[in-house]
């Protein structure tokens, strides 16, 4: 029977628990001993409360004793928030086991984000998408019905930039999906080619010739990694730089590239228009924009927060209003890493 129970609670992915009708722990997986930093018999008999100080105040904890009471199994969704890596999601699935409970936590972070995201894309096409659309249909019916002809061109016009702004926001969609979908490839990295192909094509940005670009590059290993996903996170940081540069004179955009714990560090740093400390936390989310003057589909820093995910790196802001932006990116070496 302990072998069975072996094989079957230390190999399952969830923390398991078992409690007496007391709420006192009868038996736990290894996976919880890791989540509180305990060994196995420092916890066995004791009350949830002395684990758990306050739980007893908690709806949480009227839920168990109504299993316990009812046995009619529950589950509730619990969000914690760790001060620098985020937000953590768990599903809790309580149901009766003798005459205690059992439970089974299971981490379904990754599938909020995926729904929370999807709910938020519904809600945004619905907007962001329709709004362009409806436009260029209030036009083109203008455009019919419009007997003086020499306004027609001025139509054609705006159905074009509106058309336009409708396949930059497609377009920004079909590559933040290719990034998530996609096969990473492992190349070797010359940061220099990168950012001189990254550079040329903003070239053509409004505002690019007004800004001094800055580069260091100090990288004392041969780095490898996906070029693809690479470009596209510097493209979106240095577009952004750009973007929301300030009015005053020397606009600059510094791109420090170092060697850092086996892996590279980036810092993407500007002078620009900066960042409203309590919009920061928002920034990485998809159609998100954190000023008025904002001028894309709010999509280049989520497409960038997936590339370094995928990546395997993270990716830090520093940014203050009027003073400026510092984007540091952090990516391991995939050669190091497969050896
Ligand atoms: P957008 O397409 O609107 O630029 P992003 O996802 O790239 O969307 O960025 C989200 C928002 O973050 C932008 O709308 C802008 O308000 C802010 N932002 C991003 N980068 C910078 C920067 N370097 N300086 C100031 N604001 C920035």
């Given at each position: 029977m302990s072998e069975l129970r072996e094989a079957f609670f230390e190999q399952v992915g969830e923390v398991l628990i078992i409690f007496d009708k007391e709420l006192r722990f009868v038996d736990v997986n290894q996976n919880f001993l890791k989540t509180i930093n305990l060994k196995r018999e420092e916890i066995i008999?004791?009350?949830?409360t002395q684990v758990s100080p306050g739980i007893e105040d908690t709806p949480r904890y009227q839920l168990y004793l109504n299993v316990i009471q009812t046995g009619e199994p529950v589950f509730l969704d619990e969000t914690r928030t760790h001060p620098s890596l985020g937000n953590f999601v768990s599903r809790i699935n309580v149901f009766k086991v003798g005459e205690g409970i059992g439970m089974a936590i299971q981490d379904i972070t990754d599938l909020k984000e995926a729904v929370d995201e999807l709910e938020t894309f519904i809600y945004k096409s619905s907007h962001d998408l329709r709004s362009p659309i409806s436009t260029i249909l209030g036009l083109a019916n203008l455009a019919i019905s419009d007997i003086n002809r020499d306004t027609t061109d001025f139509y054609f016009k705006m159905v074009k930039k509106k058309a336009e702004e409708l396949d930059f926001i497609l377009n920004q969609l079909m590559e933040t999906a290719s990034i998530r979908k996609d096969e990473k490839t492992v190349h070797l990295i010359d940061f220099n080619e990168i950012i001189n192909e990254v550079k040329n094509s903003l070239a053509h940005m409004n505002g690019f010739k007004e800004v001094r670009f800055e580069e260091h590059i100090d990288v004392d290993q041969r780095f490898y990694s996906d070029k693809r996903l690479l470009k596209s996170i510097l493209q979106n940081l240095l577009d952004n730089a750009i973007k929301y540069k300030h009015d005053h004179a020397d606009a600059f955009v510094k791109i420090i590239v170092s060697t850092n714990d086996g892996g590279i560090k980036i810092e993407v740093a500007d002078n620009g228009i900066g960042i409203i400390e309590n919009l920061q936390e928002n920034i990485f989310n998809m159609f998100f924009r954190a000023t008025e003057k904002a001028k894309g589909a709010g999509l280049g820093l989520y497409t960038v927060k997936y590339a370094v995910r995928k990546l395997g790196g993270r990716i830090t802001l520093n940014s203050k209003q009027n003073e400026g932006t510092v984007f540091t990116v952090y990516l391991p070496n995939e050669k190091i890493h497969k050896c």
């Amino acid at each position: 029977m302990s072998e069975l129970r072996e094989a079957f609670f230390e190999q399952v992915g969830e923390v398991l628990i078992i409690f007496d009708k007391e709420l006192r722990f009868v038996d736990v997986n290894q996976n919880f001993l890791k989540t509180i930093n305990l060994k196995r018999e420092e916890i066995i008999g004791k009350h949830i409360t002395q684990v758990s100080p306050g739980i007893e105040d908690t709806p949480r904890y009227q839920l168990y004793l109504n299993v316990i009471q009812t046995g009619e199994p529950v589950f509730l969704d619990e969000t914690r928030t760790h001060p620098s890596l985020g937000n953590f999601v768990s599903r809790i699935n309580v149901f009766k086991v003798g005459e205690g409970i059992g439970m089974a936590i299971q981490d379904i972070t990754d599938l909020k984000e995926a729904v929370d995201e999807l709910e938020t894309f519904i809600y945004k096409s619905s907007h962001d998408l329709r709004s362009p659309i409806s436009t260029i249909l209030g036009l083109a019916n203008l455009a019919i019905s419009d007997i003086n002809r020499d306004t027609t061109d001025f139509y054609f016009k705006m159905v074009k930039k509106k058309a336009e702004e409708l396949d930059f926001i497609l377009n920004q969609l079909m590559e933040t999906a290719s990034i998530r979908k996609d096969e990473k490839t492992v190349h070797l990295i010359d940061f220099n080619e990168i950012i001189n192909e990254v550079k040329n094509s903003l070239a053509h940005m409004n505002g690019f010739k007004e800004v001094r670009f800055e580069e260091h590059i100090d990288v004392d290993q041969r780095f490898y990694s996906d070029k693809r996903l690479l470009k596209s996170i510097l493209q979106n940081l240095l577009d952004n730089a750009i973007k929301y540069k300030h009015d005053h004179a020397d606009a600059f955009v510094k791109i420090i590239v170092s060697t850092n714990d086996g892996g590279i560090k980036i810092e993407v740093a500007d002078n620009g228009i900066g960042i409203i400390e309590n919009l920061q936390e928002n920034i990485f989310n998809m159609f998100f924009r954190a000023t008025e003057k904002a001028k894309g589909a709010g999509l280049g820093l989520y497409t960038v927060k997936y590339a370094v995910r995928k990546l395997g790196g993270r990716i830090t802001l520093n940014s203050k209003q009027n003073e400026g932006t510092v984007f540091t990116v952090y990516l391991p070496n995939e050669k190091i890493h497969k050896c």
